[in-house]
């Protein structure tokens, strides 16, 4: 299982940016999906979820301002995030669960500037 994330970079305060991953070796409509971030000096946190029936859930920092989304037919998830905050910072992984494994993209590195 391969999980590459892209998108990342340095945005201005109330910028927007997408991030994306693609899978491949498993069957990615049959796979939740999840993009996780962590901080310096913090915790990795789960920022959004989607469903293979695309279902979606998100923290609630960045409800009303991120959007997760799927694409079957590209073996692709999205992370459309809007009106950022330097809070946003961080590096974002994007992830799955195959069974008992728990896969993880490399991270891609955002940076919100004030």
């Known amino acids: 299982v391969q999980l590459q994330a892209s998108g990342g970079g340095l945005v201005q305060t109330g910028g927007s940016l997408r991030l994306s991953c693609a899978a491949s070796?498993?069957?990615?409509?049959?796979?939740?999906m999840g993009w996780y971030r962590q901080a310096p000096g913090k915790q990795r946190e789960l920022v959004a979820s989607i469903t293979r029936g695309s279902s979606t859930s998100y923290l609630g920092s960045v409800k009303g301002r991120f959007t997760i989304s799927r694409d079957n037919a590209k073996n692709t998830v999205y992370l459309q995030m809007s009106s950022l905050k330097p809070e946003d910072t961080a590096v974002y992984y994007c992830n799955t669960i195959l069974g008992r494994e728990v896969f993880w993209g490399q991270g891609t590195l955002v940076t919100v500037s004030s």
């Open positions: 070796g498993i069957i990615f409509s049959s796979n939740s």
